[in-house]
């Protein structure tokens, strides 16, 4: 397997990972988190302009764990919440594994 590699595979694989977890996000929230492409790294972000119930929330981080990193950030009117799948890490460098439980 040479060439582009990240954690989980290939990079075609990183991107169709990527649009299942976008999918994913769509069909939990109904709106389309944007996928952006990034220096081998694909990004999806998502605003949560409502308040989710508990099994939602639930829900929707157990997809963002599908990622190799994620996160997110608040204000008063929304929540931004990102995954990104893929590339990232400094060359030599461990992967990071994505949390368990």
């Known amino acids: 397997m040479g060439g582009q590699q990240g954690w989980h595979g290939d ?3 990183d991107r169709e990972r990527a649009l299942r977890i ?3 996000l769509h069909k939990l929230t109904g709106r ?3 996928v952006e492409h990034n ?3 694909t990004k999806v972000s998502l605003k949560v302009v409502e308040r989710p119930d508990r ?3 639930l829900a929707v981080l157990r997809v963002l764990r599908h990622g190799d990193r994620f996160g997110h950030a608040r204000t008063a009117r929304w929540e931004h919440v990102w995954v990104e799948v893929g590339a990232r890490r400094a060359s030599g460098s461990a992967p ?3 949390p368990t439980g």
Request: proline share 11%; aromatic share 0%; no cysteine.
């Open 11 to 13: 990079r075609e694989r």
């Open 22 to 24: 976008a999918d994913a």
């Open 32 to 34: 389309r988190p944007l």
């Open 39 to 41: 220096g081998g790294a």
């Open 55 to 57: 099994t939602q929330t």
């Open 96 to 98: 990071v594994s994505p």
